[in-house]
C-alpha cells in the first residue's frame, strides 16, 4: 500500500512533469544534440560501407587501388536515401573541397553504366588518379571525430594523424573567438561603469524622475531591432548628430569614425544590454534596508566612505549578476555587431550562424557552440566561486 | 463569470484550437521569396492572381537565403514551405542533398523555352539579376568610375567603398580590378594562385572597405555618403531611383549576373499546387509584368521577348548590358564556399 | 509650552541610578526648536534640556514629533529654526559623521554584509583607530555583552535580541557623547523586551551613560527613565520623573496617555495649602492635590486612578462617593471593578483578597485627596 507522503511526493512529481518535459524538449535535447553532432560523422560511411572497409585496410601510402575503386562502384549503384547521400556528399566536401562535382560525376556515370562493369573512375574525372581525395574519404570514415572540435580551434590532425596548427590564412576561429570574448568583456565594463552610478541614482530618486529613468532604459529593449539601427546611424554616422555637434561645437574638424568600427559596435551593444545591467543592481539596491546609510554616518563615516564601505559592497551582488548576465547575453550577438561593425568586428556567433544556416554543416556549428559554451560554462564557475566567497571587510 | 459561461469559453476555445489544429493539417500553398518591394510586386502579379485561379489561400513568406534553412526544414518531415525562390548555390547544392522535388518540366512547356541556366532539373528560373558597381550621381559628376579598377582606385576616388561581407563576388571584383579579363574570372579563381591573387589585390583596399549583408544597406551607405561607391543589386537601384528620386548611377561591364529558380521542397504536401504555381508564375504573359515594378530580367524567354523596349534596357537581360558581364558560377562556389568563407573571415581577421 | 527643569520630587531619586541629583546641568540644549514639513507643522517651538548621565525617553504617539526629535540630535534632519548645543557649542549644522552620537535604529540597521565584529568594529575603523587598539576594543565591547561566541557571525544568523545587543555595542564602543535609540526594542517580543530592560537599565548605570530613548510603550518608559518628556502634537506635554508623571500628570492628555484614569469635570470652590476643594458637576465635593494655580470657580478635572480608588461598605474618608458596583471583572493580581454613583461612573482596581464584591452590591468609593489631582480642561 502506498504511503501518503508518498503519494504526495508523487503528486508534486506530477506537477513538475510539465516542466521537466518542457526543459527537456527545449533545452536539454536540443543541446545534446548539438554535442552529439560535433563528434559524430556516420554519414559517409553508412552510404558507402564497402569502400569504408576497403579504406580501413589501406595504409594510405602510394596509389589509390583498383580494390578501391571497384569498392566504390559498387557502394554508388546501391540504391540509396538521396538526402544521406547529400549529406555524404557535403561530408566530403568540406573534408576537402571539390567532392561535391566530383561525388554527382561519379554516381550518374556508376549509375548509367550496366550492372556488374568495371569502370575506369580516373576517366570518369583525373582527380580520382589524385591519393588526396582518397585520404580525405578515409579521413570521413570513422563513426566518431574530433574533426570539428578541433577545427573550432583551428587545430587539424595532419597525414600522421598529429595534431597540427591549421594555416593562419585559412581560418581564424581561435581569433575571433577571442575577439567575442574582448568584445563582451568591454561591453560588460561599459555597461558596469554606466549601470552601476545610475541604478544608484534610480534607487535613489523617487515618483516620476524614477520612472522616467527606468523606462529611458528598458526603451532599448521595447524597440524593434530596424528602429534601433536607424537610430544609430543617425548618431553615429560622418554626418550624423554626435559628429555634427562636435564640429559646431569646434571640438574636432574631421568627423570621428564611430560607425562601422569597434567603436560602434561597443556603443551599440553597451546600448541594448545596459537594461540587464541597471536591473540587478537596482533591484539589489531596493532591498538595502534604508537606515544603513544613516546608521553608517551615526557611526562616523562620511558619505564617501560610507558609499564605499557600505553601499557598494551591498550593491556587489547586482553588479556581478548584471556583469554575468551582460556578458553572458554578448557573447551570442551578431546581428548588432554586423550592422554596426566592421570587417574586424563580427563576433563568432556569425561563424557558427553561416555554418547552421549557410552551409549545413551542423558538425561544425555544433563544434563551436560547445567549445562556447564550455568557455561560458567555466566563466560561471570562476562567478559562483567568486560569488560565494566573504565579500568586502570594512577595513 | 457565471460557470456556465467559463464552461462554454472553454469549449470554445478547444473548438478553436481544433480548427486552428485542422487547419494545419490541410495547408494552404505557401511560397517564400526575398521580401521587401521585390515580394511586393510579386504579391501583385503572382501570388494573388494564382490565388483566384485556384480558389484557395496563397500564403508568402521571406527569408535571408542560406541551404542549412532548407536542410532544416527538409529533414523535418513535412516542411512548412512548398516554392522557395532559391539562389544559384542553394540551387545546386540542394539538388545534390536532395532537398527538392524533381521540376516536372511538361507543365512549363520545355527547356527550351528557359535561358539555359534557368532550366535546372530541380528547379525553374526565376529572375536574372546583376550584383553590380553603383555610385551616387549627384555627388560624383565630373568625374565617375567605370571599372573595378576605379573602385580600387583610392587616390582618384578618395572614400569608403562598400562590399558585401563574404567571398562570393568580392574576388571576382578584386581579380577584376587586377587585370583578370571578365571571361576568365572563374578560370583563375579555379587555381590556388588565383585564390592568392584575389586575396592579395583586397589588401590593398581592406582599410577602405565597409562590408555590407543586407540588400537595403548598399543604399543606405550610398545616400548618406558614408561610401563614395559600393557593390549593390540592380533591382534595389533602380528601385530608389523610382521611388526616391535618387540619381544612382550603375556600371554594367564587369558586373555579375545570377539567376533565382523557383523550387519545391522534397515531401511539400502541396507538390502538384506548387508546380503549377511555378508554371503560371512563368507564363509569359505573367511573367512579362515583373519589369514594370523591378529591373530584374526574365529567364523565360518569350516573356523576356514581351518586355518594353524602355523597360527592357535596365534589364541584366540586355544585350548592351551583358557586354563584359560575368556569370555566376554556382558549380565553383558550391564546391568552395565553405573554405572560402574560413579564408575570408581569417582574412577578415588579420 | 516651557517646561522648566526642575529636580524630580525627592522620591523619585535613587529609582533608576543617582545620576540626577542636585540641580541639573545641561549637556545637550534644544532651544525653541522648530520643523515644519511643507505647512506641517512637526516640531513646534520646542525647548529641552537633557542632563549629562541622564536617561531621558521622549514618550507619545505616532507623529507627535519624538522621533523627529531624536533625529534632529542624531544630524539626519536639520531644525527649520531653533538651535541644538553640545556642552555650549553649536552641532546643528555639523553633519551626522561630526557628531560622535551613537544611534540605535528601530531595526538595528547592522550591515548585512559584515560579521558581529566587524560591525562593531566599523565606527572604530572610521574614526582611524589602529587596528590593535580597534580588534581590543571590539573584543572587549563583544564581551561584556556575552557574544564573543558568535562574532564571527552575520547578522542574518542571529536572533532579534542577538541583534539588537550588536546593535547596541556598535553605537557603544565609540565612547559617544550620548546614545539615541528609536524605539530599539519594539521588535523584540514581550519577555525578551523585558529582558532587554534590565539589561539596558544595568549598562546605563554601568557605564554612566546619557540615553535618549524614543519610545511610544509607556510602560517601557516608566521602566527605564530619569526623566520622561510626553510629547503630544509637536510639543512637551510635560517633562518629569516617572513617578511625577504618574502620580500628578499635568495635563488632560498626559493623564489619559500614561496608565488609566478615571476623570471627573467640577468647578474649584475652596483652597486650602495644597489642597482645593471641588464641586463635581454631578454633585459631590472632592478634596484634591493641587500641583497649579486655579482662580476660584475655575472648570477644572479631577483624575484619580483606578488602583487610588478604595472600596469599603462604610466611610468616613474625605472623598468618599456612596456607589454600585455595576461590574467585576477577574485580572489575576487585581479585582476590576465598574462603579456608578453619586452622578458619576469610574473604574476601580481592588486587591481581590480583601473581599469578594457582588455586582449590584451597594458600597463607598474612597480615595486620598494627595492621590488626585487637578487639571486644566
Known amino acids: 500500500m502506498m504511503s501518503s507522503a508518498m503519494r504526495a511526493r508523487l503528486r508534486a512529481l506530477g506537477l513538475i512533469m510539465p516542466l521537466m518535459a518542457f526543459l527537456l524538449v527545449f533545452f536539454v535535447w536540443p543541446l545534446a544534440t548539438m554535442m552529439v553532432a560535433s563528434v559524430t560523422d556516420g554519414t559517409v560511411r553508412g552510404v558507402l560501407p564497402q569502400t569504408a572497409t576497403v579504406l580501413a585496410k589501406w595504409d594510405g601510402e602510394g596509389p589509390p587501388t583498383p580494390e578501391m575503386a571497384a569498392s566504390l562502384v559498387t557502394d554508388l549503384r546501391m540504391p540509396v536515401d538521396s538526402l544521406a ?70 587545430l587539424e590532425r595532419d597525414a600522421s594523424g598529429n595534431v597540427a596548427g591549421l594555416d593562419a590564412n585559412t581560418s581564424a576561429n581561435r581569433q575571433i573567438m577571442l575577439r567575442t570574448f574582448l568584445i563582451a568583456a568591454s561591453v560588460t565594463l561599459l555597461c558596469a561603469a554606466i549601470g552601476l552610478p545610475y541604478a544608484l541614482i534610480a534607487a535613489a530618486s523617487k515618483g516620476w524622475v524614477r520612472a522616467i529613468l527606468l523606462i529611458a532604459v528598458l526603451l532599448p529593449l521595447w524597440t524593434s531591432l530596424l528602429v534601433r539601427t536607424a537610430a544609430w546611424f543617425i548618431l553615429l554616422q560622418n554626418e550624423g548628430l554626435i559628429n555634427d555637434a562636435l564640429k559646431t561645437i569646434g571640438l574636432i574638424s574631421e568627423p570621428l569614425p564611430l560607425i562601422f568600427n569597434r567603436t560602434g559596435v561597443i556603443i551599440a551593444m553597451t546600448h541594448v544590454l545596459l537594461p540587464f545591467m541597471v536591473l540587478p543592481i537596482y533591484s539589489g539596491l531596493l532591498t538595502i534596508p534604508a537606515n544603513l546609510m544613516p546608521a553608517a554616518a551615526s557611526l562616523g ?89 566573504p565579500t568586502m571587510v570594512a577595513t | 463569470m457565471t460557470l456556465k459561461r467559463t464552461i462554454s469559453t472553454i469549449g470554445a476555445a478547444g473548438l478553436a484550437l481544433s480548427l486552428a489544429a485542422g487547419a494545419a493539417s490541410a495547408r494552404d500553398l505557401t511560397v517564400v521569396s526575398w521580401g521587401g518591394n521585390y515580394q511586393d510586386a510579386q504579391k501583385k502579379i503572382y501570388f494573388e492572381p494564382f490565388a483566384q485561379k485556384l480558389g484557395k489561400p496563397v500564403l508568402d513568406e521571406s527569408w535571408d537565403g542560406g541551404i542549412g534553412v532548407i536542410a532544416a526544414k527538409v529533414k523535418a518531415g513535412e516542411p512548412n514551405w512548398d516554392v522557395v525562390q532559391v539562389e544559384t548555390e542553394e540551387l545546386e547544392l540542394g539538388c545534390t542533398d536532395g532537398f527538392y522535388e524533381k ?13 539555359a541556366a534557368g532550366a535546372h532539373d530541380c528547379g525553374v528560373g526565376a529572375i536574372v539579376w546583376s550584383t553590380m558597381l553603383s555610385y551616387d550621381g549627384d555627388k560624383l559628376k565630373d568625374s565617375v568610375p ?40 572563374y578560370t583563375v579563381l579555379r587555381t590556388p594562385e588565383g585564390i592568392d591573387r584575389a586575396f592579395k589585390k583586397l589588401d590593398e583596399i581592406k582599410k577602405d572597405v565597409v562590408w555590407w549583408e543586407a540588400g537595403a ?28 528620386g535618387k540619381h544612382f548611377k550603375v556600371v554594367w561591364p564587369g558586373s555579375i549576373y545570377a539567376i533565382d529558380s523557383w523550387v519545391v521542397l522534397r515531401n511539400s504536401p502541396n507538390k502538384n499546387d506548387a508546380m503549377d504555381f511555378i508554371a503560371f508564375a512563368s507564363a509569359p504573359e505573367n511573367q512579362s509584368k515583373l519589369p514594370e515594378y523591378i529591373a530584374y ?37 558550391v564546391d568552395n564556399v565553405e573554405e572560402l568563407t574560413s579564408r575570408f573571415n581569417a582574412w577578415l581577421a588579420q | 509650552m516651557r517646561v522648566p527643569l526642575v529636580p524630580p520630587p525627592a522620591s523619585a531619586v535613587g529609582r533608576v541610578n543617582a545620576c540626577c541629583e542636585g540641580p541639573l546641568s545641561a549637556f545637550i540644549n534644544l532651544e525653541r526648536i522648530s520643523k515644519s514639513f511643507g505647512t506641517f507643522k512637526v516640531v513646534d517651538d520646542l525647548d529641552l534640556e537633557i542632563a549629562k548621565g541622564e536617561f531621558l525617553s521622549l514618550l507619545g504617539p505616532s507623529g507627535s514629533g519624538k522621533t523627529t526629535i531624536l533625529m534632529m540630535l542624531a544630524g539626519f534632519v536639520e531644525p527649520s529654526s531653533g538651535a541644538i548645543t553640545l556642552e555650549g557649542k553649536r552641532i546643528d549644522h555639523l553633519p551626522a559623521h561630526r557628531r560622535n552620537m551613537g544611534v540605535v535604529f528601530q531595526n538595528y540597521a547592522l ?30 565591547a563583544i564581551d561584556m555583552v556575552q557574544l564573543t561566541h558568535i562574532k564571527d557571525r552575520k547578522p542574518a544568523q542571529l536572533s532579534g535580541g542577538q541583534q539588537q545587543r550588536v546593535a547596541l555595542t556598535r553605537a557603544l564602543v565609540f565612547e559617544p557623547n550620548v546614545v539615541l535609540m528609536d524605539e530599539p526594542l519594539g521588535a523584540l517580543d514581550k519577555q525578551l523586551r523585558e529582558h532587554m530592560q534590565l539589561e539596558l537599565r544595568e549598562l546605563h548605570r554601568r557605564l554612566g551613560l546619557t540615553i535618549v530613548f524614543v519610545t511610544h510603550d509607556q510602560g517601557e518608559a516608566l521602566t527605564m527613565s530619569n526623566r520622561i518628556a510626553v510629547f503630544n502634537a509637536g510639543q512637551i506635554e510635560q517633562l518629569a520623573s516617572p513617578e511625577a508623571i504618574y502620580d500628578h500628570p499635568e495635563t488632560r492628555f498626559v493623564a489619559e496617555f500614561i496608565g488609566e484614569t478615571n476623570m471627573f469635570a467640577g468647578k474649584v470652590e475652596a483652597r486650602d495649602g ?58 489575576g493580581d487585581h479585582m476590576r471593578v465598574r462603579l456608578a454613583g453619586s452622578g458619576v461612573e469610574m473604574v476601580a482596581k481592588v486587591d481581590r483578597k480583601t473581599r469578594a464584591w457582588a455586582v449590584g452590591a451597594e458600597a463607598f468609593a474612597t480615595f486620598n485627596p494627595d492621590e488626585c489631582t487637578v487639571i486644566a480642561p
Open chain 1, 301 to 389: 563615516a562620511s558619505r564617501i566612505k560610507a558609499f564605499r564601505h557600505v553601499l557598494l559592497p551591498l550593491a556587489f551582488p547586482g553588479l556581478m549578476s548584471g556583469s554575468l548576465l551582460v556578458f553572458m547575453v554578448a557573447l551570442g550577438y551578431y546581428i548588432t555587431p554586423a550592422l554596426v561593425g566592421g570587417a574586424n568586428d563580427q563576433m563568432i556567433s556569425s561563424v557558427i550562424a553561416f555554418f547552421a544556416t549557410g552551409t549545413a554543416n551542423w558538425g561544425m556549428a555544433g563544434a563551436l557552440g560547445l567549445i562556447l559554451l564550455v568557455v561560458t560554462t567555466v566563466l560561471y564557475l570562476v562567478y559562483g566561486r567568486l560569488s560565494r566567497s
Open chain 3, 111 to 140: 550591515f548585512p554584509h559584515m560579521t558581529v565584529a566587524e560591525n562593531v568594529a566599523f565606527p572604530l575603523v572610521m574614526r582611524g583607530v589602529s587596528k590593535t587598539e580597534a580588534a581590543e576594543r571590539v573584543a572587549r
Open chain 2, 103 to 115: 521540376i516536372d518540366w511538361d507543365k512549363l512547356g520545355g527547356k527550351d523555352k528557359f535561358l
Open chain 2, 146 to 185: 567605370t571599372s573595378w579598377v576605379d573602385f580600387w582606385d583610392t587616390g582618384k576616388f578618395p572614400g569608403k567603398r562598400g562590399l558585401r561581407r563574404g567571398p562570393k563576388y568580392s574576388l571576382e571584383f578584386a581579380l577584376m580590378a587586377d587585370g583578370v579579363k571578365p571571361a576568365d574570372v
Open chain 2, 217 to 244: 544597406q548598399p543604399l543606405q551607405l550610398l545616400a548618406s555618403g558614408e561610401v563614395v561607391m559600393t557593390t549593390a543589386y540592380n533591382g534595389r537601384i533602380s528601385g530608389i531611383n523610382k521611388t526616391e
Open chain 1, 85 to 154: 547521400f547529400g549529406d555524404a556528399v557535403r561530408r566530403l566536401n568540406s573534408e576537402l573541397s571539390g567532392f561535391r562535382s566530383l561525388m554527382s560525376r561519379t554516381a550518374s556515370a556508376a549509375k548509367g553504366a550496366g550492372e556488374g562493369q568495371a569502370l575506369d573512375l580516373v576517366a570518369i574525372d583525373p582527380r580520382w588518379g589524385d591519393a588526396k581525395y582518397w585520404l580525405a574519404m578515409k579521413r570521413a570514415m570513422p563513426l566518431y571525430t574530433d574533426r570539428y572540435l578541433l577545427a573550432a580551434v583551428d
Open chain 3, 274 to 331: 495644597a489642597r482645593t476643594k471641588i464641586r463635581l458637576d454631578a454633585g459631590p465635593m472632592v478634596e484634591a492635590y493641587l500641583t497649579t494655580e486655579f482662580a476660584s470657580g475655575a472648570a477644572a478635572l479631577v483624575s484619580v486612578r483606578p488602583e487610588r480608588v478604595g472600596l469599603s461598605e462604610t466611610s468616613n474618608a474625605a472623598n468618599a462617593m456612596p456607589v454600585k458596583v455595576l461590574d467585576t471583572v477577574y485580572q
Open chain 2, 297 to 333: 530580367g526574365l529567364p523565360q524567354k518569350e516573356a523576356a521577348a514581351a518586355v518594353p523596349a524602355n523597360l527592357a534596357a535596365d534589364l541584366p537581360t540586355a544585350e548592351a548590358n551583358l557586354v563584359d558581364a560575368v556569370a555566376l558560377d554556382g558549380a565553383f562556389w
